[in-house]
Each structure stands twice: as C-alpha cells, then as structure tokens.
C-alpha cells in the first residue's frame, strides 16, 4: 500500500495524541481521530482531520489504527466493545504501559484476529516529529516495515525485536534512567539553593555541562549488578558520596531527594567491602 495514502485513525487526543496527530496531518498524511471526551479535536479538524463519533466509526475509516490513551486499562475498556471491528485488522498501540500489559494485550488481539504492534514513545508532545524524536515499536518484522513509514513523520522507527513486550521493557527502562537523572537534578539545585546560590546560573553553566560530560560513563559503565570496578576506587566514591550528603544534611535538602545518593553509596561501601 502507498504509504502517503494510507488511513491513519487515533485513538485518544491527550497531549499526545493531538502531538502525534498535528505531526501526522503536517506530512500529507490522512487522519481521522477519536477521543472519549469530544471538543478536543477543533484545531486539528481545521488542519484537514476528521472527527469521528465513535471508536468504530475510527476504526471503519483508517487502513491502521493508533491507540494513544492513559494506560493499558483506557486501552482495554476502549476496544473491549469495538474490537470486532478491528479483526483482520492492525492496531499500533503506543499507549505506555508494562511489558506484562503489552504480552497480554497482543495475545488478547490475536485471539481477536487483530495483529499488534506495540509501541513506546521517545518524544514529548513538543519534540514529536523533531529530528531527536524516535519510537519503540516491538512486534512482527513485517507489521514494522508496514508501518514504520507510515508512520516515519511523528519519529524515527526504531524496532527493538518480535516480543510485544519489548517496547515497553526498553521504555520504561530508559524512563527510569531519566527520572534517575532528573532527581540528581532536583537534589542538586536544591542543595544550591538552599545554601544561597543561584539556582539559574548554577544549572546553565555547571549542572548542564558537568551532566553532558558524564552522560556517557554513566551510560556506558552501566552494570547490571552493580558491579563496581577496582579502578573505579570505590573508597574515594563512597568518600565522595558521603561529602554529599554531608553537604546536603547541613543545608536542610528533605532526605527523600537523596535516594540515589544513598543507593550508591550502599554499591560503593559493599565494593569496598569486597
Ligand atoms: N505526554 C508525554 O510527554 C508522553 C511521552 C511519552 C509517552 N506518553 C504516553 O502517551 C500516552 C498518552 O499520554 P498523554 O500525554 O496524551 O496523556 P493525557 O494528556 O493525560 O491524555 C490521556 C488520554 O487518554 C484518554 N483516556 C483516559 N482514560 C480513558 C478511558 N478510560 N477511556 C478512553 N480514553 C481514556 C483521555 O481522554 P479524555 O480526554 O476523554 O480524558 C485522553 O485522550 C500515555 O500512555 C503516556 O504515557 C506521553
């Protein structure tokens, strides 16, 4: 099928939905959508979407059609009673979820006659369909290849294997890395602020650059047992990490921003420990 004339139904206008729908609309693509709560889909409708009344009436009128809804209990209720209409059919589910959810749900399809393919978004609304967007998708290779063009405009596919689970392990993997991130982030301003600095100043030109220059050792010394290597000096870390929180008990940072501190400061001391 001609990838520019193939029918594009979305299931949910959230914040993503419409991201992913405006991206869709922008490349040439045909949309229809659908949200349980009408009024949501006025701009897009404008941009040359159709709106449709009914889960199955979104169904009827797409070739593929994408789920992007709260989670994987929305996306069960929403198809429960539809489903009938998707049999032979492909659904796109880029709804977040676990990998559990997203085994299950493929499985609850395919009994369906419905073929899946999950998927896991790498972008937030405002950088879908950026250069630096991509998206997970796990299924089958061929379901990928029919799809991955169709829908290339909202972010770069990337397909991470056949289980339907693995878009969602990758996801929620690589989110985890990020909220890791972003509560060394917290801590860190707030120890700054609490101690008087400038929160503005220290994030532009030391928090930033200092994180860039560690990203990838952090990324690649990764491990998965929490190994600490040798060379590594894990008695200076463990000094190091006690210096933190040192610093961080003085100025008053609420305990509960110093988890991963705490966490690898346990890592250093069992190394040292041997
Ligand atoms: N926003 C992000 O930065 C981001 C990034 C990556 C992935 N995601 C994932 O994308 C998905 C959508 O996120 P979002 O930002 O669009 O969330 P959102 O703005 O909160 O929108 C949630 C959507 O789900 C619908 N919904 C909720 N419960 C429902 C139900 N029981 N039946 C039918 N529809 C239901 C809502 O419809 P109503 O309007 O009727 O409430 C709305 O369309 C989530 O799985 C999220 O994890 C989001």
Redesign the pocket.
Known sequence: MNTQHERISIL???????ALASALLAAGRDVTVW???PG?AGELVARGAREASSVEEAIEAGDLTVA????D??VR??LAPAVPKLAGGTLVN????SVRQARELAGWLEGQGVRLLSG??????PTVGTAGAFILYSGARDLFDRVAPVLGPIGRPHWVGEDPGFAALYDMAALSGMYGMSAGADHAVTLVHREGGDVETFKREVLQPWMEQMLPFMVGGADVTAFVPEEFNPAMQATGLENILSASEEAGVPGDLAGHLRSSLWRMRRAVAG
């Open positions: 949910g206008l959230g914040a993503m939905g419409r949200n349980r709560t949501k992007c809804l709260l989670n209990a929305s209720e929403t880029l709804t977040s979820g896991g978004i790498m972008a937030v609304p």
